[in-house]
Nanobody, 127 residues
């Protein structure tokens, strides 16, 4: 079983930055089965949506239109950690942010395609 632990959330003013981290734990055979890591978010009253996804082996990425040019997803395979650098944060970015892991292929932005989820970390953007 794979366990994901997020950190780095908090409160920031509009235009500010935050970096989220997601540490991946589990038996080697389970962790090695993960091909994609993604960040998703869910605001109150809204459905969970994809923010960014990274391919663990090849490092290709995909972003939601709303965050392109502002957010960057990256991974450090040696540390089994995925990051989400968030710049130019806006109030509409306020949400609970979740890290997720997907086995299999291909790259997907659909939450239902992800097999493991973290507990989430809150990001609040407000003046």
């Amino acid at each position: 079983q794979v366990r994901l632990v997020e950190s780095g959330g908090g409160s920031v003013q509009p235009g500010g930055s935050l970096r989220l981290s997601c540490a991946v734990f589990g038996p080697t055979y389970s962790v090695d089965s993960v091909n994609y890591m993604g960040w998703f978010r869910q605001a109150p009253g809204k459905e969970r949506e994809a923010v960014a996804v990274v391919y663990i082996i090849g490092a290709s990425t995909s972003y939601a239109d709303a965050v392109k040019g502002r957010f960057t997803i990256s991974r450090d395979n040696a540390k089994n950690t995925v990051y989400l650098q968030m710049n130019e944060l806006q109030p509409e970015d306020t949400a609970m942010y979740y890290c997720a892991a997907r086995r299999g292929y291909p790259l997907s932005m659909a939450p239902s395609d992800y097999h493991y989820w973290g507990q989430g970390t809150q990001v609040t953007v407000s003046s």
